[in-house]
């Protein structure tokens, strides 16, 4: 059993603050030691992935001091025990099994009377059917067509997780001849949402994919009666169009509504679930199978890389410490992901749920307040286009904001020109280059207004290209982060308490039970 402590009673946390303005990355990062830092901080990830952190503020010193936080805090001890089974979801008195959604990283887990791992994988079986059958035209529309369009109903960890896969994939799917369906995504409750989604989708052979593991998400429930609605006035039968994911335990999972259902459980938090069925069904519809099937084995590639101890060796552990040293040790309050990649354009909006709503917390896993800075605020966009958006204030802004690069050798698409001496992938590549020097080493001019102080720390992820696999690896490398950066700030990562406050106070309002402030608001939102 390991010992769950706060992050400021450890005494190798003690000896890190002590490292506080040990490394001038604007000294460092500049000649020699600059490119000698550029080749040796570098991590191998799984996929032919790396991981480098030559731009961030660190050193041997450093980096020996952060080894000694991840022994006392017992970080690859937690791990395992998360993934053999321990109720790690202390707040929910649940286990935490996303990983094993990919594959078996340590002993057998029996819960409910069954075989997790034996379940995951009924699950995907059932899904890899499905969709084949879809496919092949087995399974039809009322006329006997093929269904062309699958769209996913679902909010949060059931929309943004997916959504980004789908777009990630979908046009290196296009390219290997893999794309079987387009995929769309209905998620807000506000009502433009569905309905310019239901106008650019013919219905009649479409199949949708309610997602809801709670099965009780206002959004979601809203959304599916919309669907309904469109599908009734278009004269067809609803439970001829909807296949439902949801948790065994949910009010979805025993109805007849829908063609078939497809389940995860409760050891797998929303914004977790990419890898379960919420992501399986709709990737497995639109790409095949067997494209799930390659991004689950890069998650569970990367999955193995998170359980060494050596830092040096577990990419995730390692983002995981300097993230919580430039948060807790340097003060940085946000951190920002940036991928040099199109189509990772929604990659952020979704790591802005797994690592706001994992790490977002003020007590601890025992429910006492904690004394230092946990999550920070985490925003992103692709580049190059926030270069030319927010980076102004990253450059030459009053505060530091860490930076994550994400960036490809080589194109998805392939199709490309040359202008100018160079390709755009060159240019697009080019730029994330010139990004991290910029930002580390600055530059000085005599004109205050064009002197950039630099400083600004930064890591990258570079790939050969983004398909199945790395993209697996990259999710499953950003879970991990954050599964590691909750067990150094002793908060617990899997419940999500904060969201309830507001959807209670909603009720309130749709019931008109208001009075004070919310009263004025609803009449002035003319509810
Ligand atoms: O899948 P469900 O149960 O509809 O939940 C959707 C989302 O709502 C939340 O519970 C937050 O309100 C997220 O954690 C979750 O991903």
């Known amino acids: 059993m390991t010992n769950w402590k706060n992050l400021d009673t450890l005494d190798s946390y003690k000896a890190l603050k002590a490292c506080k303005g040990s490394v001038d990355l604007t000294t460092v990062m500049a000649g020699e030691s600059g490119a000698d830092?550029?080749?040796?901080?570098?991590?191998?990830?799984?996929?032919?992935?790396?991981?480098?952190?030559?731009?961030?503020?660190?050193?041997?010193?450093?980096?020996?001091?952060?080894?000694?936080?991840?022994?006392?805090?017992?970080?690859?001890?937690k791990f395992q025990e998360l993934y053999n089974g321990a109720v790690i979801n202390t707040g929910e008195n649940?286990?935490?099994?996303?990983?094993?959604?990919?594959?078996?990283?340590?002993?057998?887990?029996?819960?409910?009377?069954?075989?997790?791992?034996?379940?995951?994988?009924?699950?995907?079986?059932?899904?890899?059917?499905?969709?084949?059958?879809?496919?092949n035209g087995e399974i039809t529309n009322a006329a006997g067509e093929k269904f062309t369009t699958v769209v996913q109903i679902g909010i949060g960890g059931s929309d943004l997780g997916p959504r980004a896969m789908y777009l990630a994939l979908e046009n290196w799917a296009k390219k290997n001849g893999t794309f079987k369906m387009d995929a769309k995504f209905i998620s807000n409750v506000d009502p433009d949402d569905a309905a310019a989604v239901l106008a650019s989708t013919d219905v009649a052979h479409a199949i949708f994919v309610l997602v809801s593991k709670s099965g009780t998400t206002l959004e979601t429930l809203t959304n599916e009666s919309f669907v309904k609605d469109a599908l009734a006035k278009a004269g067809l039968d609803a439970s001829k169009h909807m296949i439902a994911v949801t948790s065994e335990t949910s009010p979805l999972a025993k109805s007849d509504d829908y063609l078939a259902a497809f389940f995860m459980d409760d050891y797998i938090g929303g914004r977790y679930s990419s890898t379960s069925a919420v992501g399986g069904a709709v990737l497995s519809l639109a790409f095949g199978p067997d494209v799930f099937a390659r991004f689950l084995n890069g998650a569970a590639a990367e999955d193995e890389t998170a359980k060494n101890t050596d830092i040096r060796k577990n990419p995730a552990m390692l983002d995981a410490l300097i993230g919580v040293y430039e948060r807790n040790v340097l003060g940085y309050p946000a951190t920002t992901v940036l991928p040099y990649s199109q189509a990772l354009s929604r990659f952020p909006a979704h790591l802005q749920q797994l690592d706001m709503e994992s790490n977002g917390k003020s007590v601890n896993r025992f429910g006492e307040p904690v004394d230092y800075p946990t999550?920070?605020?985490?925003?992103?966009?692709?580049?190059?286009?926030?270069q030319h958006s927010f980076y102004q204030l990253l450059h030459q802004g009053t505060d530091i904001v860490p930076l994550q690069f994400i960036a490809f050798k080589n194109s998805q698409i392939g199709t490309d020109v040359e202008i100018q001496g160079s390709t755009s992938q060159k240019k697009l590549c080019a730029n994330v280059a010139a990004q991290i020097v910029a930002f580390a080493c600055g530059k000085?001019?005599?004109?205050?207004?064009?002197?950039?102080?630099?400083?600004?720390?930064?890591?990258?992820?570079?790939?050969?290209?983004?398909?199945?696999?790395?993209?697996g690896a990259l999710?499953?490398?950003?879970?991990?982060?954050?599964?590691?950066?909750?067990?150094?700030?002793?908060?617990?990562?899997?419940?999500?308490?904060?969201?309830?406050?507001?959807?209670?106070?909603?009720?309130?309002?749709?019931?008109?039970?208001?009075?004070?402030?919310?009263?004025?608001?609803?009449?002035?939102?003319?509810?």
């Open 94 to 135: 649940r286990l935490v099994l996303h990983q094993m959604t990919r594959g078996q990283l340590g002993e057998p887990v029996k819960a409910d009377g069954v075989d997790k791992r034996t379940f995951y994988v009924e699950q995907q079986n059932r899904i890899a059917e499905f969709a084949n059958k879809v496919h």
């Open 37 to 77: 830092r550029a080749k040796n901080y570098s991590v191998p990830m799984a996929e032919k992935l790396t991981y480098n952190f030559a731009a961030k503020e660190v050193d041997d010193t450093v980096l020996e001091k952060l080894a000694a936080l991840a022994k006392e805090a017992e970080l690859v001890d």
């Open 444 to 471: 000085k001019d005599e004109n205050s207004n064009k002197n950039f102080k630099g400083g600004r720390p930064s890591s990258i992820i570079i790939g050969e290209q983004l398909d199945p696999e790395t993209l």
């Open 475 to 527: 999710l499953a490398h950003f879970e991990n982060k954050v599964m590691f950066q909750g067990f150094l700030w002793n908060i617990n990562s899997f419940d999500q308490e904060g969201v309830q406050l507001g959807k209670v106070l909603a009720k309130k309002v749709l019931a008109h039970e208001t009075d004070g402030a919310l009263k004025v608001f609803s009449d002035l939102l003319n509810i």
């Open 375 to 386: 999550g920070p605020v985490l925003f992103g966009e692709p580049g190059t286009n926030g």
